[in-house]
């Protein structure tokens, strides 16, 4: 048995942590002392407290590896080992991402002398937004979830005998954002009117393009706003995006192409 100084030493974990584990159940003593309250642990929990700290450094949560250390289904363990190679693979393309967007700020900065250059780089138009036959799915989701409810659209298509026009995007109804959980409309264009849950009709509309990743898509709605203040305009509907390039064209992020649309009218 090993008192808790010498397990943290020999794990490289500190004695606040592992009264915390203890206090949530993660890794409890194998024993305390009745009168000292000395903690000890069996030699057997170093490798225990290994694979924490293993699957701390892959990114599960604390409550993620409490399950993983209940699960004996080889299985199960093998899926979520899995599922968060594929999350990390997704962040490190996300950083990837940044880095390049950061490198291209730096180097716009140092030219300009203007640190918010980049939000005055949108050239926004007023322009009719295309006529669209849709099929929809609203609800409450977050941005994580587009792709789950993109694919029960994408099921309906063969079902349905519809086809797909390529033109796909998303409608925002809510007035507060959350990207946990926001009232998000999804659509994917379809050439056949009669079949369409709706027909988007053509309004006027402040558009600009956006060219990048998802996670920079506010500069553009902000660069809209602006616009829509500075020109006389108020906003008369829930905005849109219709997503132009995407990785669904085997393109990096830097080379996505998304449109926005704020539905307009006079003051």
Known sequence: ????????????????TLHHYNKIGLLVP?????????????????DTMNYIKRLKRYGF??????????????????????GQKEKLKQEQREMAMILNELQTHISIF???????????????????????????KRARMGVDEFGKYYGTLFERVPKERVTPTGLNGARYYDEEFNRESSDIEVFIGVKEKEKSDVVMEPCECAMTVHHGG???????????????????????GAPFDLYI???FDSLPPEDWETEVYFPIRRK
């Open 245 to 247: 390039k995407t990785q």
């Open 61 to 82: 949560s604390l409550e993620e590896i409490q399950h993983l250390l209940t699960v004996s289904d080889n299985k199960e363990l093998a899926g979520a080992l899995r």
């Open 214 to 236: 998802y996670s920079t898509l506010s500069e553009a709605y902000g660069a809209i706003v602006s616009w829509i203040a500075e020109n006389g305009y108020e906003i008369a």
């Open 110 to 136: 140092e030219r300009t002398g203007d640190i918010m250059t980049y939000q005055k780089s949108y050239q926004v138009e007023v322009k009719d937004s295309p006529k669209m036959n849709v099929l929809v």
């Open 30 to 46: 194998a024993q305390v002392d009745d009168f000292t309250g000395y903690r000890y642990y069996r030699t057997e929990q170093i």
């Open 1 to 16: 048995m090993l008192q808790i100084g010498e397990f943290s030493r020999v794990c490289q974990v500190s004695i606040k």
